[in-house]
């Protein structure tokens, strides 16, 4: 048999000749299948731009009008009056960018999830995984093949924003910004379904996680900025859209929103400053390089885990520093706290008083708290192996005469975790005392305790998750997880619903659900800026110690059980070669 | 002169799936240019092997090498000589059928776009489906499917194939090509692996077999050797006598190693697990006993029947 004379698959940055982008061009862009797609998009398109210069056209002339008889009856044109025809050309921006929004942040990544599940589930990815490509190529082939049509509708839709963006005469320095963003949020939504498409089997269920986390990721969660974690809304294109937003609008309303604009600052990170768009970008590309990275695990080993160990220790030690890097900036100006933007750019018509009050730097931190503690969860589960995977670890680790290697994915989570958790405890008491010791709560302080009750909350939760999981596996943290973490506060806020009176037994029973415990550290530290009701006053702190000393004892003795699992595994395992 | 590596080297392989071991301890030797055919029941642990073999399962433990190449270490170098077709072979619903070939030979081979037409062309004519190279894959039928995807295995002209059940939806004469294929393969150089339950085919096909059960290794060798290791003695006997069948058949019930002892139509049938001695014995007993016979056969097990008897141990 001849040997074959051909080079090997090209490398991966070579995108023109990736075999999976060839693919998905010939399948995805087939001209009956995609003629109709372009006949509807080219019609919704050009009624959007139609209509918008119909209506500013009409208006430009009734302006017009009115303005002449003004002139012509002596009187003074107001300034908001006059409008011209660049104004006109603008007034399609806006919609367009929502309609390319739509097609590639909503359609291009149910695409990309639906796509990826569909090869898993016809049995065709095996061929892909078992060809010698690299694992970045095959990430690559399907992040830009998977999405090909909705690339090339949203570019049929840039003519007509190029016309509004040159007859408008919108500068560069405007709409460069916006389309960069949009182009790396639009990468950032596409690998978010390809991970949710990889790791996920069901086509079904992998449409609505992806869109649903998706929704969660990239709108629920940057709401967390008006709480103080202000680094999320980098996550999303708003801040730069919002700080060029001036630029797209008719003149006169760009002018007013500029103005109100000055108040904003620019991105402060620690001591730097950054542009809002180079910062968004950053931001949203670690994002990609971290969902990169599980894809590449999943390519190369399908039982992977989503994340190394030490990737995952740094993830969580990274969102402690970019939260604190963004955040702690603000505290001094007052920008941190909603109350005060709010009275900053309105005047103290809605807001009264614009300086800060305690309960609302107390809720900052119970916030930061509880997004700390669920990143901790979320990474240690990633990073957990189940009885199988550690069974399976120890028959290896035997028949070699060693032990499991301690960043492998069959090793336990535990020491990891503890690591996550002391990171997190430490920003959250940076955040907790720069913002409570700050210029704004004069007299205040946290006391000396507070790294240790952190440290406690984080600890305990999170070490008794890992363990329930790596002893029970994941039915049995889920049971966990629903009877003790989510009934409890269902249960609580039924309880306050009911009677104002039983505020104090809610309390109590709110209490004995972990993800409560942050909410409830900061009011024990803080007894006066949290609870106005003297019984739940006096209730909080003392349920907070009482279920934080039984998870503590329980964390206790489940540790104890996995130490006497873990050896009778051992003892068990005996070498195969002997 | 050092000797070639067998083309596939496996040592103390095993798979656990949890508590539950799929392959155990399987260690088997395949020399370049074998057809070697793997054979038993449901849950033997013949996908698994086949799986890891293919580079698309990790092991609990054990080591594979594919031509002197460590799967393990190098399992980019190991896919570039490995063809491997899985059971009922998937075909992307969404591609045409050359399509679906060149985007596997870009991904294996590389290469300019006619030279890669060349290739697939080639690899369409070896299973007779030239014919059908502009046809939508989700068209073909379920054996024009497997020839297909046979054909996609030979694109980069592997030196190890892992053939898991190549066989299943072809029409006869299909079979009969997919035979005259992969033994023009084998004497090309190719070493195959391949699994089927069509046993009997299979047992033409390979120069030699190997029967698992349980995840273990029972028995390999030709298919001659692997039916002697297997062969549990047992035997049938069809006996008739001239007269009294029914006291020649109490008669042979009350001997030892008989059983299943049976009367049909005048005809007794039994199962022997005696010597070849001790059956003698036993024909010049019932003619001393007054039973004349006047026919005596003899039934050897049959491969399928030893397969039976395998997947009834496994039950």
């Known amino acids: 048999m001849s040997a074959p004379s051909f080079p090997g698959p090209a490398p991966a940055w070579q995108l023109w000749r990736n075999p999976i982008l060839r693919r998905y061009l010939r399948t995805r862009l087939r001209p009956r299948a995609l003629g109709a797609s372009l006949i509807i998009l080219i019609l919704l398109a050009g009624f959007i731009f139609t209509l918008s210069r119909t209506i500013g056209m009409s208006q430009l002339s009734y302006h017009n009008d009115l303005a002449a008889r003004m002139i012509a009856a002596g009187k003074p044109v107001p300034p908001g009056l006059t409008l011209d025809l660049a104004s006109v050309e603008r ?3 806006l919609p367009l960018l929502a309609l390319q929004g739509f097609i590639l942040f909503v359609v291009g990544t149910a695409q990309v999830a639906g796509g990826m599940t569909s090869e898993a589930e016809e049995g065709t990815m095996d061929y892909l995984r078992l060809s010698p490509m690299t694992p970045l190529a095959k990430v690559l082939g399907y992040l830009l093949g998977l999405p090909i049509r909705e690339w090339l509708l949203f570019a049929v839709t840039l003519p007509f924003t190029a016309w509004g963006l040159w007859h408008g005469k919108v500068p560069v320095s405007n709409w460069f910004p916006v389309y960069a963003v949009v182009l790396s949020a639009a990468l950032l939504y596409h690998i978010t379904g390809l991970t949710a498409g990889t790791v996920l089997r069901n086509r079904r269920w992998t449409f609505l996680v992806s869109v649903g986390g998706i929704f969660i990721l990239y709108t629920l969660i940057p709401q967390l900025a008006n709480l103080g974690l202000v680094y999320f809304e980098y996550l999303t294109i708003m801040p730069v859209v919002m700080e060029n937003l001036p630029g797209f609008l008719p003149l006169t309303a760009g002018a007013a929103m500029q103005t109100v604009q000055q108040l904003q600052p620019d991105v402060r990170f620690f001591g730097l400053g950054f542009p809002e768009a180079v910062f968004t970008i950053f931001s949203q590309l670690v994002l990609c390089l971290t969902f990169a990275v599980m894809l590449w695990r999943r390519w190369r080993r399908s039982e992977s885990h989503l994340l190394g160990k030490p990737w995952a220790s740094g993830l969580a030690v990274w969102i402690q520093i970019v939260l604190l890097g963004c955040s702690l900036p603000l505290v001094s100006p007052g920008l941190l706290f909603i109350s005060r933007r709010i009275s900053m750019r309105f005047g ?16 900052m931190i119970a916030v930061f708290g509880t997004v700390t503690l669920l990143a901790i969860l979320i990474l240690a589960i990633c990073i957990s192996p189940s009885r199988e995977s550690q069974q399976t670890g120890l028959r290896r680790a035997t028949k070699a005469n060693r032990r499991i290697p301690f960043f492998s994915d069959e090793a336990s989570a535990l020491p990891f975790t503890v690591v996550m958790a002391l990171a997190g405890a430490a920003g959250w008491t940076i955040f907790a005392q720069k913002l409570v010791g700050s210029h704004w709560f004069p007299g205040q302080s946290l006391p000396a305790s507070t790294p240790l009750i952190f440290a406690a909350v984080l600890l305990s939760t999170s070490l008794c998750s890992v363990l329930l999981y790596e002893l029970r596996g994941a039915k049995g943290l889920f049971l966990a997880g629903i009877f003790a973490g989510i009934v409890p506060l269902l249960a609580g806020t039924i309880l306050i619903a009911a009677n104002r009176d039983l505020s104090a037994s809610a309390v109590w029973v709110t209490a004995l659900s972990p993800l409560s415990t942050p909410t409830n550290a900061v009011a024990t530290l803080l007894p006066d800026a949290t609870f106005r009701h003297t019984g739940v006053q006096l209730a909080a702190p003392r349920a907070f110690l009482f279920w934080q000393a039984l998870l503590i004892l329980a964390t206790l003795w489940l540790w104890s059980k996995h130490r006497t699992e873990s050896k009778a595994r051992r003892s068990t395992t005996t070498n195969p070669t002997s | 002169m050092i000797p070639a590596p067998p083309a596939i080297d496996i040592r103390q392989l095993r798979v656990d799936y949890g508590n539950f071991i799929a392959v155990d301890d399987l260690t088997l030797a395949v020399p370049q240019g074998e057809v070697f055919g793997l054979v038993g029941p449901n849950g033997a642990g013949k996908t698994s092997t086949f799986r890891v073999l293919a580079t698309l399962q990790t092991p609990t433990y054990g080591s594979v090498r594919l031509a002197g190449i460590d799967i393990f270490e190098a399992p980019e170098e190991a896919r ?44 369409l004519e070896q299973v007779q489906l030239a014919d059908r190279g502009h046809a939508m894959c989700r068209s073909l039928s379920r054996g024009q499917t497997q020839r297909l995807v046979l054909a996609r295995t030979l694109l980069h002209r592997p030196k190890v194939m892992v053939l898991d059940e190549p066989a299943s939806g072809m029409d006869p004469l299909s079979r009969r090509n997919l035979r005259l294929t992969l033994r023009h393969l084998a004497a090309a150089g190719s070493t ?6 069509i046993l009997s085919e299979l047992a033409e096909l390979c120069t030699s077999l190997c029967v698992m059960n349980r995840g273990r290794l029972l028995s390999s060798g030709t298919a001659d050797e692997v039916r ?12 008739s006598v001239l007269a009294n069948p029914d006291d020649a058949a109490a008669w ?3 001997q030892p190693d008989t059983a299943d002892v049976s009367l049909h139509d005048g005809r007794i049938s039994l199962s022997f697990s005696g010597t070849p001695d001790a059956q003698a014995n036993l024909l010049e007993g019932l003619f001393t006993n007054g039973f004349r016979l006047t026919a005596c056969e003899e039934r050897k097990s049959s491969f399928e029947d030893l397969l039976i008897s395998v997947a009834e141990q496994n039950s």
């Open chain 1, 348 to 363: 103290r018509v809605f807001s009264g008083n614009s300086n800060p009050e305690l309960p609302e730097a107390a809720a």
């Open chain 1, 91 to 93: 007034i399609c921006l």
């Open chain 2, 228 to 239: 002697h290791a297997l062969d549990r003695k047992e035997r049938g006997l069809t006996i």
């Open chain 2, 252 to 254: 042979l019930r009350s």
């Open chain 2, 192 to 197: 195959i692996i391949i699994s089927s339950h």
């Open chain 2, 80 to 123: 570039r000589i490995l063809g491997y077709m899985p059971d009922l072979a998937p075909v992307p619903s969404d591609m045409k059928v050359w399509e679906f070939l060149d985007l596997s030979c870009e991904s294996f081979l590389g290469g300019n776009a006619s030279e890669r037409r060349a290739r697939w062309q080639e690899c």
